[in-house]
């Protein structure tokens, strides 16, 4: 006797959609950090607010684990933003273009 398998109930289809989800996130996470690894060069990313959302190792080898704090502080050693910076010179340009003529970069 056969025995028929029981269709999955909707928790069960959400609990195996998240597994795979969550594998093919993590396969992604470390391909993408083997690729800055392999540039050579410290890599720091910061947000709008000049927070440094990301450091690769090469870069926290070079200036120390930065991560959560804002860049002027932690790298400049300043309270306030510094003078002729090109990040947020960047994103001021970006936020003035964006408001005005409704592009995004």
Known sequence: MTEMKKPKSEREKIKETT?????????????????????GDGIAVVDRTLKVLYENQVHKDMMGDHVGEYCYKAYAKKEGICGGCPVNSHFQGWQSSRSTK???Y
């Open 19 to 39: 597994k795979k989800t969550t594998a093919r996130v993590i396969k992604e996470i470390a391909k993408s950090e083997g690729m800055l690894a392999a540039i």
């Open 102 to 104: 409704g592009t995004a």
